[in-house]
């Protein structure tokens, strides 16, 4: 076939791509989401924390993965806000202060008596990834001693009696590389014990199952934009992940077909070509 | 005028939304343009950005604040000033100092962090009765995990011709692998597509305002 058949081609599954992305999105089917053991383990270990106790969400994300990763971090603040915990959010990636931020004005919405100093508070970004982390194992204060606004750590009513991160309940990364989940499973778990979950973009979620193990490296994963709208399931919200699932599905049985036509297509040229060289 | 920035923001954004989509037609000036915003946006950006939020709070501040407690800071602020140096051609050799320490220190950190949960612990959680699951697919998920570990190392493992019985766990790791490429392409799509979404979203809710 000729480039340009070729390039032909490519155009038209762009358009289709375009076409079947669109239309859900306008006028939503509804489809069900089924839940995955992964995003289960993720909500129990939310779900079975105490009331009054201190998770830690990192926010490792800047806007470019905000699609996958927002939804996962309103579906989390939302479940511990509704369990009474209280959360306290940090940043391996520089933009992701501005991430938890926007995160935590979208859920305060839904749970106007919660205030912040006293039910969360964003300690914002440190650089440094896993030297970070190993040092606010060992006393968060000295890493962050004040909060994004610039009031010292002292001064925060919630963080009185907590000082490192042996105190936390949990801890949730939310990552979109690296510096991220890895390094908190490395240090937060591995070398402190603390129970580590968390959300990735679907790209990179292979790569942390081999973490799901009985060694509880981590506990659970939310794997990209499907697992969001999982974790939205799990704790009754109509959130943003929900209703783009709709697209995300006709997407995926258009590239199916696509994947299958291929394949019959290029059976198809390689037996033309067998049965050209027999000829021979 | 807060609201006619935000317009002209969402504006802006659209119209290098479709620049940059362009490129699935052909390459262009649109797409070009898109390009170099882009790029020249992010190096000054992430310029301002490292200077107010890791120089100026981890050093200068500290440093201001109170220099005698924190004297220490002067060595990576030399270090660094050194790093500096790659950009004067005679003095490039004094970079080769900072970067010493930074792979050092990486390495030394690091290592023990890898050794203790790459290798390790997942070793450890190999080392399972798979017997000892609770329902039958577990069993054999089990069972699963245990082989294709085997057989995907195995399938490293170039020490030996792989002739006769010695091939088949070797082919039975491709098949392992093979799948697991599969997966990693199937959530790759998914991404993918999940992107495109979030831009079409974009489109369609704060541009054109056809969707709530």
Known sequence: ?280 | MVQFMQILGIWIGAFLTFSIFSFLYKDNPFYKLAEQVFVGLSAGYWLIYIIYYVIMPNLVSKLIEDFSANAILIIPALLGLMMLLRLIPKAQWVSRFPLAVVIGTSAGISLMRYMQSDLLNQVSATMINPLAAESLPDIIGSFLLIIGTICGIYFFYFSRKKEGIYALPSKAGIWFLMISFGASFGYTVMARVSLLIGRLEFILKDWLHLIN
């Open chain 1, 1 to 280: 076939m000729s480039s340009k058949a070729n390039l032909v081609e490519r155009r038209i599954i762009f358009g289709l791509l375009f076409i079947v992305v669109t239309m859900p999105l306008i006028f939503p089917i509804g489809w069900k989401t089924e839940v995955s053991p992964h995003v289960q383990m993720a909500y129990d270990l939310v779900e079975n924390s105490p009331q009054g106790s201190i998770a830690i969400i990192s926010f490792d994300y800047d806007p470019s993965t905000a699609t996958e990763l927002q939804p996962m971090a309103y579906a989390m603040i939302e479940h511990a806000f509704s369990k009474n915990q209280k959360i306290i959010a940090v940043a391996l990636w520089p933009q992701g202060a501005q991430m938890a931020d926007e995160a935590f004005g979208q859920i305060l919405a839904k749970f106007p008596d919660k205030s912040y100093g006293t039910d969360y508070v964003n300690l914002g970004y440190k650089t440094g990834g896993m030297v970070t982390i190993q040092a606010m194992g060992r006393d968060i204060k000295s890493v962050f001693p004040a909060d994004v606004k610039g009031t010292s750590i002292q001064d925060i009513a919630m963080l009185k009696t907590f000082n490192n991160l042996k105190n936390a309940a949990y801890i949730v990364s939310l990552s979109a590389g690296d510096p991220g989940i890895k390094q908190w499973i490395m240090a937060g778990h591995d070398m402190f014990g603390v129970s580590v979950t968390g959300g990735t973009t679907a790209v990179s979620a292979p790569g942390f199952l081999p973490y799901i193990n009985q060694q509880n490296q981590l506990y659970g994963l939310l794997g990209g934009l499907k697992a969001a709208a999982e974790y939205e399931a799990l704790i009754n919200v109509i959130g943003s992940a929900t209703v783009k699932m709709d697209a995300q599905s006709v997407a995926h049985i258009l590239i199916i077909i696509l994947v299958v036509i291929g394949n019959i297509k290029a059976y198809k040229i390689r037996r033309k070509k067998a049965l050209a060289a027999q000829g021979d």
